[in-house]
Structures are given as structure tokens and as C-alpha cells.
């Protein structure tokens, strides 16, 4: 996974957020507390399949991250997701309110079974 912008979009970084996207849902869910857990185990994913946190120093040369960096850029990834999810959330819930208005209104009236008288009660 490569910090920083300009980068272009390589394979370990799309890899990365599909496993983002694996616990984002999760992470949305958790308390606070439970959120940084979430978070090193993206990290461990990462680095179970070989993958590494990777930033370029001044020199240009790879460096790997430090633990805490890491942590801020996967849970940075995780909180983007978790607003693309609510954000996907609220619009297909305004979609299918729309479609709900446009639906045809059928209203049913109860019917009543009185004892011979034509009151009824509610």
C-alpha cells in the first residue's frame, strides 16, 4: 500500500481497499473503543498476503511505515468508506421513497360487523 497522492493506482492499492471494504461495515457498527482493533486487523490482512505500508522519504526511495502511521491511514480508508456506505445508504432510501410516490395509492375500509345497528365505533 503506497501513501500519499500522485501515485497512480496500483494493484496493492485497490487490493487494499477491497479488504477496507471487507471491514467497513463492521467498523461502522463497533463503539469507539473496538475501532483501532478493527483497523489492525486490515493491517494484519494486509500483511498476511505479503503486503507492506510503503511511503516515499525525500530521497524517493520506499520506506516502510511506522505502526502508527499505518493505523491513520487505514482507518482514514475505513471512515471514507463507511461514508460512501451511508452516503449509498441515503440515496437508495430517497430512491425507493420516490418510487413509493410514484406507486398507485389503494386505500382499504374496514368492514364492520354490527348487531343490526348501522353505528359504528372506533
Not at 496493492?12 to 482493533?37: G, H
Amino acid at each position: 500500500v503506497v501513501f500519499g497522492r500522485g501515485n497512480g493506482t496500483n494493484r496493492q492499492n485497490v487490493e487494499f481497499r477491497i479488504i477496507v471494504d471487507r471491514y467497513a461495515a463492521v467498523y461502522m457498527l463497533v463503539p469507539r473503543r473496538e475501532k483501532t482493533r478493527i483497523a489492525e486487523m486490515v493491517i494484519a490482512d494486509v500483511e498476511n498476503r505479503g503486503g507492506r505500508f510503503l511511503f516515499k522519504d525525500k530521497g524517493e526511495i520506499y520506506k516502510v511505515a511506522a505502526k502508527d502511521e499505518m493505523l491513520r491511514k487505514v482507518m482514514q480508508g475505513l471512515r471514507d468508506r463507511v461514508k460512501h456506505l451511508l452516503r449509498d445508504r441515503k440515496r437508495d432510501s430517497e430512491s425507493q421513497n420516490d418510487e413509493d410516490d410514484q406507486a398507485p395509492k389503494t386505500v382499504t375500509t374496514p368492514e364492520f360487523v354490527g348487531r343490526g345497528d348501522t353505528s359504528v365505533g372506533l
